[in-house]
């Protein structure tokens, strides 16, 4: 199933519309949200979504945020706090409209990954449980270089018309809006550590050894800022890359459904 629903930004007089799918939906009261990465989308998660729901018996919820895939563009520039307005105020509409009375398990994937943590220090009666792949707390050199090295790539090879398949006339808008940001003077000391002890809810952390986007430090950091009783940290031995949900899905739904099956008895 699919649809889209309208978002209303505070502070603006412009809305945009959100593309989202629902996975297996059901009455169950606890339900899977996947939030993709910085340049990701609803069809770049190819199957995982699904094979992560049909493992754990739950429904799922995938969408596209704005200047993604197949909602609408960005309507306005992007600062150094893009993920918090993702989290604090995109995220929170997409929940009141589809899900305002489920339990929320957030899965999220390098800039998901951060917005479910920053979703999370906000609304912790909300969340059943988190689990990160990737997710950047503050900024490093190894995230840097491996922005540029993309750049060159996205330059020089087929970058451009792989993502097109995906995100269509928003490619290059949206490619720009990641690596400018990132790459920016005033995002040198984006950090958002101080609001991971807000977050209670059980956490499962996991990175692959070879991230070329971030170290363990990452890991490191947001184990122990967040408050919560149940964490658990899975750094994955190479190949596995920035992506552990595309690189090894198999053991990364696996690891994921003995966490949480803790969780949900």
């Avoid at 429904?59 to 992007?78: F, I």
């Avoid at 209670?200 to 070329?212: K, R, V």
Wanted: contains cysteine; negative net charge; glycine residues 6%.
């Amino acid at each position: 199933m699919q649809n889209r629903i309208r978002i209303q930004l505070p502070f603006e007089d412009q809305s945009h519309e959100v593309y989202y799918e629902w996975i297996a939906p059901s009455e169950s009261p606890v339900v899977l949200i996947f939030l993709h990465d910085a340049i990701g989308s609803v069809s770049q998660w190819k199957n995982f979504p699904h094979a992560l729901c049909e493992a754990l018996g739950l429904p799922g919820l995938q969408y596209d945020r704005q200047g993604h895939g197949k909602s609408d563009g960005l309507t306005r520039e992007r600062g150094t706090n893009y993920m918090h307005h993702y989290a604090w105020e995109e995220l929170e509409q997409v929940i009141a409209q589809l899900v305002p009375e489920k339990k929320l398990i957030l899965i999220g994937h390098s800039d998901g990954g951060s917005i479910a943590l920053l979703y999370a220090s906000r609304h912790p009666e909300k969340v059943k449980a988190i689990v990160t792949m990737a997710a950047h707390v503050f900024v490093e050199e190894i995230t840097l270089e491996g922005i540029v090295e993309t750049r060159q790539l996205f330059a020089s090879g087929d970058w451009l018309e792989k993502l097109s398949v995906h995100h269509g006339a928003k490619t290059p808008s949206i490619f720009n809006a990641w690596h400018e940001t990132w790459t920016s003077d005033q995002f040198r000391d984006w950090n958002i550590t101080a609001v991971l002890p807000f977050i209670t809810s059980p956490a499962l952390i996991i990175q692959g050894e070879d991230d070329n986007y971030g170290s363990e430090k990452q890991v490191d950091d947001i184990m122990l800022h967040i408050s919560s009783e149940t964490k658990e940290k899975w750094m994955i031995p190479a190949p596995c890359g920035h992506a552990p949900w595309k690189k090894k899905p198999e053991e990364v739904i696996e690891r994921i459904k003995l966490f949480l099956q803790q969780i949900l008895k």
